[in-house]
């Protein structure tokens, strides 16, 4: 079976630009701070509609970018090796199926390490940010990927804390554009953790 790559690729381009056209027309949304985040918090624990209604979060079906940043929280470089050290420590267990994304990314480090009062670890998207968010806490189902940020000891005992902030673009945007921007938000912020990001 031959595939016409060449025609694919054409099409690709063609319906990302149209995206692209489409979102110039929206208004670029807020960025807003999920307030008093904390990984413990028993509300994460209940189903993505309850987390929804609860904290005012997008509803499924609306395109979010998120991102996980650490605000004046590490004084020294000596502060964000340790947090690296608890990262690979929490990837090499085993969490009774559940997995975490992949590790730090060397480039990416020796960048946040010159930014410590801002450090990004982590940008994703999803059109079910609720649920999303309840995953990379870590109450996902077993085999998807997430941070499992309460297996970090010291993001538990409030050691860091981490601010997770978000872009709601809603419902009529299309995943192609989101994933164009977030790939690019990404090149920008240099997150510490990801799949597929430019280092």
Do not use: C
Not at 22 to 31: G, K, N, T, W
Not at 115 to 134: C, E, H, I, M
């Amino acid at each position: 079976m031959k595939i016409d790559t060449k025609a694919l690729i054409a099409k690709s381009e063609k319906n990302l630009k149209e995206e692209l056209e489409a979102l110039r027309l929206l208004v670029f949304p807020q960025v807003n701070e999920v307030l008093d985040f904390r990984v413990d918090d028993e509300v994460y624990k209940l189903e993505p509609k309850a987390i929804q209604k609860q904290k005012l979060l997008p509803p499924r079906g609306n395109q979010v970018i998120y991102i996980l940043r650490f605000i004046d929280q590490f004084q020294t470089a000596e502060d964000l090796e340790f947090l690296r050290k608890e990262a690979q420590q929490v990837k090499q267990k085993d969490h009774d199926g559940h997995r975490q994304v992949t590790g730090i990314k060397d480039k990416n480090w020796e960048y946040q390490l010159k930014n410590l009062k801002n450090v990004t670890l982590y940008t994703g998207s999803s059109k079910a940010f609720p649920s999303r968010l309840r995953e990379h806490i870590g109450w996902a189902n077993k085999g998807t990927a997430t941070l499992l940020l309460r297996k970090w000891p010291s993001l538990m005992n409030r050691r860091f804390k981490v601010t997770f902030n978000y872009f709601d673009f809603g419902p009529e945007i299309g995943s192609a554009a989101i994933k164009y921007i977030e790939y690019h938000m990404a090149n920008e912020l240099r997150p510490l953790i990801g799949h597929n990001r430019i280092a």
